[in-house]
């Protein structure tokens, strides 16, 4: 397993990030503990979670599981705070009131006196990022969290929070987590050449596109029940139309040169995606999120696979940098908030 530095921390974290939403919802307890210990006995020190994810299921099976094997001072421990953890306006958000209580109420799930990388799941226009920041910072001196990060933030947001850390003297994010994939290629115009520039790991979550990369879906076939884009489908107009163009000439004539190379190199599709993924410009670790144990371990020879240029310019050729077949990287469906504060 190769290692990299969390942006300009030099903590080092795998290549391979275990994404752990699935975890304690979609993969029964045991099973997910089971394939927690599988990704540390591979080589993977860095699990993703949240809070939103079950509404704390995945905290507190991640949490049971570190317990178990003893590992957790081996690992870099990744959640988020921002989506809705009850019912009444006070439960979700990005304001000083929820971030204080969902970051004690994480650390009791994860079974933890300290969160390695405290992240924002979403911005939200209308909470002042200083007010944001200022929490985030209070947790840092506290002992409660070693860094902060973002999820799903456009560049100027970035750029926006680092600003606002300069001026007020707080620490600053050390990461953000977009989405990124061969059908989705947005960040590279602006979100890589800033995380570049200012010392920030790019984390990319769904590397495979909802499982389109993995050769799962095929022309002309129903969707099948029970699967992600499935899901998605019913999930309001935003995601329905987003998941439709999964389904276009353009994104099949993706997946055909994945498969091809995946032929070529005696592996899978899912293997060529996230290792195209996770040696682009700029990219620390895509975050992988199995359901299933063979799903983990074909995940894990994505570290073993090696693109050449002439791999590289054949899935530029349908996959053309900096564009967007399948829209994931936009506002419509991350932050539908207009701005009302700004400095």
């Known amino acids: 397993m190769e290692y990299r530095s969390l942006g300009r921390t030099g903590v080092q974290v795998s290549m391979l990030c275990l994404g752990c939403m699935n975890l304690g919802t979609e993969t029964p307890e045991t099973d997910a503990m089971d394939i927690i210990d599988r990704a540390l006995d591979a080589g993977i020190n860095f699990l993703d979670t949240a809070n939103v994810y079950g509404r704390g299921a995945s905290e507190t099976v991640?949490?049971?599981?570190?317990?178990?094997?003893?590992?957790?001072?081996?690992?870099?421990?990744?959640?988020?705070?921002?989506?809705?953890?009850?019912?009444?306006?006070?439960?979700?958000?990005?304001?000083?009131?929820?971030?204080?209580?969902?970051?004690?109420?994480?650390?009791?799930?994860?079974?933890?006196d300290h969160i390695d990388l405290y992240q924002i799941h979403r911005p939200e226009s209308g909470v002042p990022i200083d007010e944001t920041l200022r929490a985030l910072d209070d947790l840092i001196h506290a002992g409660k969290v070693r860094y902060i990060g973002t999820s799903s933030f456009p560049a100027w947001q970035v750029t926006e929070s680092l600003w606002v850390s300069k001026e007020l003297g707080l620490n600053r994010f050390v990461s953000e987590q977009p989405p990124y994939h061969l059908l989705d290629r947005s960040i590279e115009r602006e979100l890589v050449p800033l995380a570049q520039t200012y010392g920030l790991a790019i984390l990319p979550w769904s590397p495979l596109a909802r499982g389109f990369l993995a050769g799962r879906y095929r022309r002309g076939d129903e969707i099948p029940a029970g699967s992600r884009l499935a899901r998605d489908l019913n999930a309001g107009p935003g995601m329905a139309d987003r998941t439709q163009r999964h389904f276009s000439d353009l994104a099949f004539g993706v997946l055909d040169v994945v498969e091809d190379l995946a032929r070529e190199k005696g592996c899978t599709p899912s293997q060529i995606a996230l290792a195209w993924c996770a040696h682009q410009p700029g990219i620390t670790s895509p975050i992988i999120g199995p359901r299933s144990m063979a799903h983990l371990e074909d995940h894990l020879g994505a570290a073993a696979v090696m693109l050449t240029n002439d791999d590289r310019a054949r899935l530029d050729a349908v996959a053309e940098p900096e564009r967007a077949i399948v829209p994931y990287y936009t506002g419509k469906l991350i932050d539908f908030t207009p701005p009302q504060y700004r400095w």
Do not use: F, W
């Not at 988020?80 to 019912?87: E, F, I, L, Q, Y």
């Not at 006070?90 to 209580?101: D, K, P, Q, Y």
């Open 62 to 112: 991640v949490g049971k599981a570190l317990k178990r094997n003893g590992q957790r001072d081996r690992i870099v421990l990744a959640t988020k705070v921002h989506g809705r953890m009850g019912d009444g306006p006070l439960a979700e958000g990005n304001s000083r009131r929820h971030i204080l209580e969902q970051c004690d109420a994480s650390l009791t799930r994860l079974q933890t």
